[in-house]
């Protein structure tokens, strides 16, 4: 069974605006890390919002373990918001102690005594934390405060946990260890954490599912190979116009404005071979990265592209900063939004 299913979403700000969120479809399975990526403003906590059960759909539906959460009695979805655990980007932390502010949720639910004591105590220790009990929320830095949040909602044991850019505002060791914090949670708790993040590599080092946001718009690839422009006729084709290079697109879509290439579509030759891809592009390495189990070169041609290649290709290829190189690119490849 799906964890959540979303079926014809939207969601408005204001009756007269675009949607901030456009989701035909969407499944998301229980179990593991899902990263939500995207840019600032392309839907991320909008639709991290909606899961959790703070805003509510402007149209379409929301399935929670087969449940519909937009059409169903009211104590449904208070039920399912028992089984939520949300941290903010920001969080916010009362003005007392760390145990405390870590306890909240289960006083609130009328947890009290050795119970509370001991989830209090167990969610302190999951987050690194379990001698900081009696420290003052004002004696925190950045990422202790982000780590007793997170103690506070594992607190009210979550079977789903939803985190809002978590790691925005931290250092990088802080964020490392955030980062194996949550992957002990996946095997010592066995729950869903779904979490928003900017940094692709971050989502490539977690997700078990990788869902990209575009202007509110799921996209079938990561961050990479974005452009903006338009589509046009020419006597052999329609092609995608960025202002600095053109390509060709699978099908005419006369109103679209934005074009993605999937990184790992994008083939790299040294020589300008015969191939049945409709793009080839002539252009100059100018970054060679490492990521979690392959190699993304970045090549300027009029844009930059990015393709995503093995280290055997990478040796084989002999690539080095500089080099002249084609892209091949099959237009069926080059998604339109």
């Known amino acids: 069974m799906s964890l959540f299913r979303i079926e014809n979403l939207t969601y408005r700000y204001g009756d007269n605006t675009a949607p901030a969120l456009d989701i035909p479809h969407l499944v ?5 890390i899902v990263c939500l990526t995207g840019a600032n403003g392309s839907g991320k906590s909008t639709l991290l919002s909606l899961l959790a059960g703070l805003l509510r759909p402007t149209s379409g ?11 169903g009695p009211r104590n449904l979805l208070e039920r ?9 980007q920001s969080p916010y932390l009362f003005r007392t102690t760390v145990e405390k502010n870590v306890a909240f949720g289960l006083t609130a ?32 830095s950045g990422g202790e405060i982000q780590r007793v949040a997170l103690a506070r909602a594992l607190a009210l044991d979550p079977r789903v946990l939803l985190l809002d850019e978590p ?62 422009g338009s589509v046009r006729k020419a006597r052999d084709g329609w092609y995608f116009d960025t202002g600095l290079c053109r390509f060709f697109v699978p ?16 083939l790299l030759s040294l020589d300008p071979m015969e191939t049945s891809a409709r793009n080839v592009l002539r252009g100059k390495v100018t970054g060679i990265r490492m990521r979690s189990g392959s190699v993304e070169v970045a090549v300027r041609a009029g844009e930059e592209f990015r393709s995503r290649i093995t280290e055997t290709s990478l040796e084989r290829l002999g690539l080095r900063l500089g080099m002249d190189l084609y892209l091949l690119i099959k237009a069926e490849a080059v998604r339109l939004y």
Do not use: W
């Open 251 to 266: 099908h005419q879509k006369e109103d679209a404005r934005t074009a993605i290439i999937p990184p790992e579509t994008i």
């Open 80 to 88: 399912m918001r028992l089984d939520m655990g949300v941290c903010l």
């Open 28 to 32: 998301i399975e229980e179990g593991g």
């Open 109 to 140: 639910r009328g947890v009290q005594g050795v119970k509370k004591t001991r989830r209090t105590e167990s969610a302190l220790r999951d987050v690194g934390l379990v001698d900081f009990g009696k420290r003052p929320y004002h004696a925190l």
């Open 167 to 228: 790691m925005a505002n931290v250092d990088a060791a802080t964020r490392l260890l955030l980062e194996r914090i949550l992957e002990k949670l996946i095997r010592t708790r066995g729950i869903t954490i779904i979490i928003s993040t900017h940094d692709v590599d971050q989502a490539l080092r977690l997700g078990r599912h990788i869902i990209t946001l575009h202007e509110g718009h799921v996209v079938e690839s990561g961050l990479e190979n974005i452009f903006h």
């Open 61 to 71: 539906r929301i399935h929670y373990r087969g449940d519909d959460l937009t059409g």
